[in-house]
């Protein structure tokens, strides 16, 4: 199964617009969109697009439960657990449940068939609609410590057809990696400050490494001194919108409404942001199409 266009927002730091971005680019595009919240430690994307939600399924893992009357402690699950999950100590199998990724693998080893899997609660995911688009998110349970496995469930709720908006974790860590494997253009957006300048530097190299091809959106424009702008000509990367400092659309913002909506000026803003998007999704082939349900993204 294939999708339109699989287009990941991303930031190299939080609280540079990136779920300001990604909404109203969902809402301009309207029944051709599906916008999916890959944040699932903090999702937010609700919040602004009050989806109806249509359906809540557990997401769980497989963990190793060991039968302590056929286990012979040989040792060959620890060996072979590369997260060390599970480690036998003399008489004792000790497993660690929240580091298992659920491979699988210690009772595929086992020779006395002493390890079987049991479901372990790791989050939810949700789906439903607003105004006629799609709408998806993961929720991890609080205290878990791995974000990226119900990453990857919920980019798989990607339907057919749809252009599809992923709104993905802030930073660098393995949960963006996660979020933008396969996909087909990334949109960064950041800030001309210090801080931003310097995160961006770090997400251009993840994108680089995945090989992605990327623009730009800068936030709070009228900050810059010149040398976000010198930096995008010297490396090549083209800015397919500016915001400015805006108090208004801070206000909006924090009372979850959509710029498009708050201030239509920018509808048209947003409306050419999408046309741009996709005429470079087309233009690049896309390259991550098709990736983004596969069961290793």
Same mark, same amino acid.
């Given at each position: ?86 480690? +036998?100590?003399?008489?004792?199998? $000790?497993?660690?449940? #929240? *580091?298992?990724?659920? @491979? ?12 079987r899997e049991q479901p372990r609660l790791v989050g939810v995911l949700e789906e439903g609609r607003f105004d006629g688009a799609l709408y998806a998110a993961g929720r991890l349970r609080i ?17 057919d057809g749809r252009t599809v908006i992923l709104d993905a974790p802030p930073g660098t860590s393995c949960p963006v990696v996660a979020s933008l494997k396969g996909v087909d253009l990334c949109?960064?957006v950041t800030e001309p400050t210090p801080f931003g300048i310097n995160d961006l530097m770090l997400a251009l190299k993840v994108v680089e490494y995945l090989g992605l091809p990327h623009a730009? +959106?800068?936030?709070?424009?009228? $900050?810059?001194?010149? #040398? *976000?702008?010198?930096? @995008? ?65």
């Amino acid at each position: 199964m294939k999708t339109s266009s699989v287009i990941a927002v991303a930031s190299g730091k939080g609280g540079t617009g990136k779920t300001l971005v990604a909404t109203n680019l969902a809402r301009v595009l309207g029944e051709r969109a599906q916008i999916i919240d890959c944040d699932v430690e903090e999702p937010n994307v609700h919040l602004f697009l009050h989806p109806t939600v249509e359906t809540i399924t557990p997401f769980t893992l497989p963990v190793p439960e060991v039968d302590f009357s056929k286990c012979s402690f040989c040792g060959r699950c620890g060996d072979v657990c590369q997260y060390k999950a599970i480690v +036998v100590v003399g008489k004792q199998v $000790l497993t660690f449940r #929240e *580091l298992c990724h659920g @491979c699988g693998a210690c009772s595929l080893v086992c020779p006395e068939g002493a390890i079987r899997e049991q479901p372990r609660l790791v989050g939810v995911l949700e789906e439903g609609r607003f105004d006629g688009a799609l709408y998806a998110a993961g929720r991890l349970r609080i205290g878990e410590p791995m974000a990226a496995p119900l990453i990857k469930a919920v980019r798989r709720l990607a339907r057919d057809g749809r252009t599809v908006i992923l709104d993905a974790p802030p930073g660098t860590s393995c949960p963006v990696v996660a979020s933008l494997k396969g996909v087909d253009l990334c949109l960064l957006v950041t800030e001309p400050t210090p801080f931003g300048i310097n995160d961006l530097m770090l997400a251009l190299k993840v994108v680089e490494y995945l090989g992605l091809p990327h623009a730009l +959106v800068i936030n709070r424009c009228d $900050l810059s001194n010149g #040398e *976000l702008e010198e930096i @995008c000509k010297r490396r090549g990367i083209e800015t397919l919108m500016t915001l400015p400092q805006d108090r208004t659309i801070a206000e909006a913002y924090s009372r979850g409404q959509l710029i498009v909506e708050s201030h239509p000026p920018y509808r048209k803003s947003f409306e050419s942001l999408a046309k741009d998007l996709l005429l470079m999704v087309e233009r690049n082939g896309g390259k991550g199409r098709g990736n983004l349900l596969g069961k290793n993204p």
